[in-house]
């Protein structure tokens, strides 16, 4: 069981927007930065969004990042199927003393 | 480039001791902090260990705690993790990342390792 709570799937179809929320506490998001990461099967998890809203360069602006209190939550507009794959999110916990991760939310383009 | 490249590896039975590497390139190994993740088969990704840029501070997971060591040699660019007392449930790919902290994010390929009970 994840200290952060994310949806176990999500599902659209291509064109539309999805959203992948991310619930917390006021020891990981309410105090700190969110990072949100794409990881296709048997590669390395790819940073999408940094600094709760930050894209690093070569991320499509499709994607987007927003926080408010203790939550954080995901958009991909314009759904595209290559989109299909899991995302997390994580955050710095200061009680844990420790980097926490969503328990991931696989996302299907129908 | 940067590049981080794990190694270590492999099969172990319950109870036995394995110690992972990651070779750093590419950036100035010394000025960073460095964590170690694992996802076991088909879980998502659980955070394992951190230490600072001098091996001075070091933070584990409470899954781990007491039984793996993280440690680095900024002379030789290498960041480790001494995992001992293993068990089943340490079955997993273990990541090096240099993240998260910003829009530069590295992770390794990840090296598996598996725990025979």
């Known amino acids: 069981q994840s200290v952060l709570t994310q949806p176990p799937s999500a599902s659209g179809t291509p064109g539309q927007r999805v959203t992948i929320s991310c619930s917390g506490s006021s020891s990981n998001i309410g105090g700190n930065y969110v990072y949100w990461y794409q990881q296709f099967p048997g590669t390395a998890p790819k940073l999408l969004i940094y600094?709760?809203?930050q894209r690093p360069s070569g991320v499509p602006d499709r994607f987007s990042g927003s926080k408010s209190g203790t939550a954080a939550s995901l958009a991909i507009s314009g759904l595209r199927s290559d989109d299909e794959a899991d995302y997390y999110c994580a955050v710095w916990d200061d009680s844990l003393s420790g980097v926490v991760f969503g328990g991931g939310t696989k996302l299907t383009v129908l | 480039e940067v590049q981080l490249v794990e190694s270590g590896g492999g099969f172990v039975q319950s109870g036995g001791s394995l110690r992972l590497s990651c070779a750093a390139s590419g950036f100035i190994f010394s000025r960073y902090w460095m964590h170690w993740a694992r996802q076991a088969p088909g879980k998502g990704l659980v955070w394992v260990s951190r230490i600072n840029s001098d091996g001075s501070t070091t933070n584990y997971a409470d899954s781990v705690k007491g039984r793996f060591t993280i440690s680095r040699d900024n002379a030789k660019n290498t960041l480790y993790l001494q995992m001992n007392s293993l068990r089943a449930e340490d079955t997993a790919v273990y990541y090096c990342?240099?993240?998260?902290?910003?829009?530069?994010?590295?992770w390794g390929q990840g090296t598996l390792v598996t725990v025979s009970s």
């Open positions: 600094w709760n809203n």
């Open positions: 990342l240099r993240a998260p902290g910003g829009a530069d994010d590295y």
